[in-house]
């Protein structure tokens, strides 16, 4: 592809998974925005974060690089590695300009706003979660909805007021149902009309200077708190029920048993158990709400990339960082847990005047070959101490679409704070066969997905995949090794 300075909208949304968007085959929802860049871009039906969690999955998209080898392997690290070089640091060096609407969250943002790295923005307007946790103006969202002369305390019916300690501060107005602040004044708004500021500004006084602009709602991570509007668009009693097989858990890690126990993510989420199949349902009501808001805020950049002949020359990608359980296999939220519901992600990709369209791709591919193959898409030379790959001929169809990687590998090291922090475990799949070893314990977790696609069956210790799992473990050990083999020193020389 010839070089040439796309401008590029990233839209990342947080704890979204895969099976949530309508053209891509889930029957509840109503994703017409994404299902339009579905029919004009190229959508990967087999994308895969590197890290379940938010820090580690972010510091991997944004610099290629496996969360091991960046060294942010889990969320509230103080700092960030200089030696990590991000894309949009790199991209701001070729004479980009960089802007960021939404979340970053490379370092902690515990109670105050994150320490920055060297990454390239020059406009950041940043809102790591809706709720008013930075009196000082930290949070551009809530100086946002002052400017519109409001307070986020007499709109916001949420169980909570604040997110910035554990347990989260009680919203004495709380009805007993969650509810959000309406549509117009949303944070995923917010990032949907600062992206469009930013992109405005940029095309008006600089329209021969590229851009990128970094879209990164809080939504549909919990607390599943949608609009009212937003609910009311879907009936409770049309929704799913959670993916769940009575006794899968008696074969699966202590961990997961004591989860389904006492709630998700080491007892801070809901008790699968004690929630009615209402409330089931309920959750999967405001989940996708949330979605379908974004859906619409994501078709608001879209048109304003339209009405100003910028749609065909904008590279737009569409993803998320990981996933959420939500109920099934009785686990909601996140934590250290590998299945589809929490690793499997959508990623959607479309630039109308070079790359195909209306192509569904089932190849292999991990989000840490996003930040290569953006840099292959604008010309540039691909650093060589990025670890991803890219895939930017799948892209342009001059590759086969159903096969780039030949495995994909996820880690989770003590990652969240107060949650599994004993575990430390990798996953290795090959398409079919998924395998996770919990290192230092005798224990682990092998599914088929030949003859189990919802991983109820843990094969672990099934004689008869005794050969098979083995053989995986040797795969998983081998590509944990090669996969983060670390060449930033550059070695030029014999000696």
């Not at 891509?24 to 109503?30: A, D, R």
């Not at 359980?325 to 499997?344: P, T």
């Not at 591919?365 to 650093?383: C, K, N, Q, Y």
């Not at 996953?427 to 005798?442: E, L, Q, T």
């Amino acid at each position: 592809m010839e070089k040439k300075k796309r401008n590029v909208v990233w839209f990342c949304t947080d704890q979204q998974r895969w099976d949530t968007i309508a053209s891509l085959g889930n029957p509840y929802i109503k994703t017409p925005n994404i299902d339009r860049l579905v029919r004009e871009g190229v959508a990967f039906t087999r994308a895969y974060t590197q890290s379940p969690i938010c820090t580690p999955s972010r510091s991997c998209f944004l610099t290629g690089r496996y969360p091991r080898t960046t060294k942010a392997i889990f969320n509230g690290n103080d700092t960030y590695s200089k030696d990590e070089k991000l894309i949009t640091r790199l991209l701001a060096d070729e004479g980009y300009t960089c802007g960021l609407a939404g979340k970053l969250h490379l370092t902690s943002a515990e109670g105050k706003v994150e320490r920055r790295t060297d990454d390239g923005y020059t406009f950041f307007e940043y809102s790591q979660h809706p709720h008013n946790d930075w009196p000082d103006g930290g949070n551009r969202y809530q100086v946002w909805l002052n400017e519109k002369g409001v307070k986020w305390e007499e709109i916001y019916g949420g169980k909570f007021m604040t997110m910035a300690t554990w347990p989260p501060q009680p919203n004495p107005a709380f009805s007993g149902k969650q509810v959000g602040v309406p549509a117009e004044y949303h944070q995923t708004t917010f990032c949907a009309e600062k992206a469009i500021e930013f992109i405005k500004q940029n095309h008006d006084k600089n329209p021969d200077t590229p851009w990128l602009i970094s879209i990164n709602p809080f939504d549909p991570h919990p607390p599943l708190d949608p609009p009212q509007s937003y609910k009311d668009r879907l009936k409770v009693e049309d929704m799913p029920l959670p993916l769940y097989k009575e006794g899968e858990m008696d074969k699966k890690p202590p961990h997961q048993q004591k989860d389904l126990i006492q709630g998700g993510q080491d007892g801070q989420a809901e008790i699968y158990g004690e929630l009615t199949d209402y409330e089931k349902r309920e959750h999967f009501r405001d989940y996708y709400a949330e979605i379908e808001l974004i859906d619409d805020q994501f078709g608001r950049l879209l048109d304003y990339l339209d009405e100003n002949n910028l749609r065909d020359d904008t590279i737009v990608i569409f993803m998320s960082d990981h996933g959420e359980m939500n109920g099934d296999h009785g686990l909601y939220w996140k934590g250290a847990y590998f299945y589809e519901q929490l690793v499997h992600v959508p990623l959607i990709i479309s630039c109308p005047s070079v790359f195909k369209q209306g192509l569904k791709s089932d190849a292999l591919v991990g989000l840490v070959d996003i930040a290569p193959t953006l840099m292959d898409a604008m010309g540039f030379e691909v650093p060589y101490y990025m670890q991803g790959h890219s895939f930017l001929k799948i892209l342009t169809g001059e590759a086969d679409p159903h096969h780039f990687n030949d495995a994909i590998y996820c880690e989770y090291y003590h990652t969240l704070k107060g949650t599994h922090e004993n575990i430390n475990a990798t996953m290795y799949y090959d398409g079919r066969f998924k395998i996770v070893n919990y290192h230092g314990a005798d224990y682990g977790e092998l599914y088929d997905h030949k003859t189990d696609p919802n991983e109820f069956e843990n094969l672990w210790d099934d004689p008869a995949y005794a050969a098979k799992k083995a053989e995986l473990i040797k795969k998983n050990f081998d590509h944990a090794v090669m996969c983060n083999m670390d060449d930033s020193m550059h070695r030029l020389y014999s000696f």
